[in-house]
């Protein structure tokens, strides 16, 4: 690709836009809507912008950025990738058993190749789709990607973009679907440069990230595009299978097309364009049904959403723990409610948000991903425990054999399948000194409100707290983690054998339960948990 190739950056305000490369700066030409047009000696020319003889900038549309999120950016085709997954097809949600990995943490090498390297792993677990955590370039070597700012480019120490090109195309030919994490409700604090080209943010509104994400403000429209073509580029361009969209409730948008509506639209055109089934499952603590109702019934057409109540109700019961949410949950009644609907908060009065919350579902449970473990669930503890570490092996497969006998979709958490030793703790890898001390402090403050010391709180910013939150595939060798391994594995051999167990019929799950124990029965599927251990 040695010939001359346009560029073009959108940057309403700016009264001049240079077009900076090895070769010098050449002046761009505005074409009077904020748009301004340029042309690259050749398509993998390193470049930037910069605005009104400002300092050199990253493409916000940036498709590769070898240097990190603050160097020049290059260009990416993922279509000139020999793909190989001609003709492969998604199981639908209503079969599905999803995993999900950060990619960083799930094998030795930490990257897409290393995903790939255990892919006959999954396979013979059972799954059907494999969930990344976001992959859109973020500051540093390591992090979890909820930090992303270069959300066309792929973070290049996971492999890059060619790395998930190989990656994808290996679970397809594999039968395995991909699902991508994205972040559209805010960006990371280091290398967000999108302010500096037009009305990305609202200051109309201010969230725990800053402003809003300018969904319904002035000057909006290009913004929903920038975002709508992303989700385009993924989905169409990495041939991904779905995507999960993170914290829609965090969402500032008053429209009378809600965003999440468009993008349902615009997904389901494409969907019939490349012909192969796509989903969007979003992330809500809304507890509203509209979420995942047709946008014919005047929802938001979402595919699918997490519900967290089963979740907090197993927890609560099997931990213990009532502090921050758990407080609205605890003892088996909450457990048996949240088999018998995602939403346990459905319209009545929650502690935790002083009011009323939810609403009632009548969505079936294909449109829900329900489970005993995620990377926030996990992550999101002083010490990155998993559900085992608290409440023991014997209880941690109770609470699986609940989600994976639920009307939900399963899904589990990388490493949950074998009980691995492994923490899963938040850790980042910014650069400026001042935003890793801040990091640091600010996860002190929020697990104060659980009752947690902060001598407990491993160290983000350490990255000792990276290399304890890899994978020990090693484990797989020892008796008592083969024996939780083989446990899980007959769990999702049955779930996909039996047709009661993938229904979706809330109705059709009959619950029994007291102080000391839940009854569950399914068809001709049975639980009992008693103690905190399963038969």
Not at 110 to 129: A, M
Not at 158 to 178: F, I, T
Request: a negative charge.
């Amino acid at each position: 690709m040695s010939d001359p190739t346009p560029v073009w950056v959108w940057a309403p305000a700016a009264q001049k836009v240079d077009l900076v490369t090895d070769a010098g700066r050449r002046s761009m030409s505005p074409d009077g809507d904020g748009h301004w047009w340029g042309q690259l000696p050749t398509f993998d020319t390193p470049y930037g912008f910069s605005l009104d003889g400002g300092p050199t900038r990253p493409d916000p549309r940036a498709e590769r950025l070898s240097d990190g999120v603050h160097g020049p950016c290059r260009r990416f085709d993922p279509g000139t990738f020999h793909w190989n997954d001609q003709g492969f097809r998604a199981v639908p949600l209503s079969a599905a058993v999803i995993y999900e990995l950060h990619v960083g943490t799930f094998s030795t090498e930490g990257t897409f190749d290393g995903v790939v390297s255990h892919l006959d792993h999954l396979i013979d677990l059972g799954v059907t789709h494999v969930e990344l955590m976001p992959v859109a370039s973020f500051p540093g070597q390591h992090g979890w990607g909820y930090d992303g700012v270069g959300l066309f480019a792929v973070h290049e120490p996971y492999g890059g973009p060619e790395g998930l090109c190989r990656m994808v195309d290996a679970c397809h030919r594999r039968g395995l679907g991909v699902i991508l994490d994205v972040v559209y409700n805010h960006l990371g604090p280091e290398g967000n440069y999108l302010a500096e080209f037009g009305p990305y943010f609202t200051d109309r509104v201010h969230t725990p990230w800053g402003n809003a994400v300018n969904l319904d403000d002035r000057g909006c429209e290009p913004v929903r595009r920038f975002f709508l073509d992303n989700v385009r580029w993924w989905l169409e361009g990495f041939h991904l299978d779905g995507l999960r969209l993170d914290a829609v409730h965090a969402f500032e948008d008053r429209s009378a097309l809600p965003f999440l509506e468009q993008m349902s639209c615009e997904v389901a055109a494409l969907e019939a364009q490349v012909g192969r089934p796509l989903v969007l499952i979003a992330e809500s603590d809304l507890n509203d049904p509209r979420m995942v109702r047709p946008r014919q019934a005047h929802g938001l057409g979402m595919d699918a959403q997490w519900a967290d109540d089963l979740h907090h109700a197993l927890h609560a019961q099997l931990t213990g723990e009532d502090a921050g949410y758990y407080q609205d949950f605890g003892g088996w009644g909450p457990v048996a409610k949240g088999l018998r609907s995602p939403y346990v908060i459905d319209g009545v009065h929650s502690s935790f948000r002083q009011r009323r919350h939810g609403r009632p579902n009548d969505a079936p449970g294909h449109r829900f991903v329900v489970y005993a473990q995620t990377h926030d669930q996990v992550g999101n503890r002083a010490a990155g425990e998993r559900l085992h570490q608290l409440c023991g092996v014997e209880g941690a497969l109770a609470a699986a054999a609940l989600v994976l006998t639920s009307p939900g979709v399963p899904m589990l958490f990388m490493g949950e399948e074998w009980a691995a030793s492994s923490p899963f703790a938040f850790f980042c890898d910014f650069e400026d000194p001042k935003l890793r001390r801040a990091v640091r402090d600010g996860r002190r403050r929020e697990f104060a409100a659980f009752g947690w010391s902060p001598d407990r709180v491993l160290d983000p910013v350490d990255p000792s707290t990276f290399e304890q939150s890899r994978l020990d595939w090693t484990e797989l060798e020892r008796p008592e983690h083969s024996r939780v391994l083989e446990a899980y594995r007959t769990l999702v051999r049955l779930r996909r054998r039996l047709p009661e167990l993938t229904d979706g019929d809330w109705s059709a799950v009959e619950v029994d339960w007291s102080e000391r124990h839940l009854r569950v029965r399914r068809g001709r599927v049975r639980v009992a948990v008693a103690s905190s251990e399963v038969t």
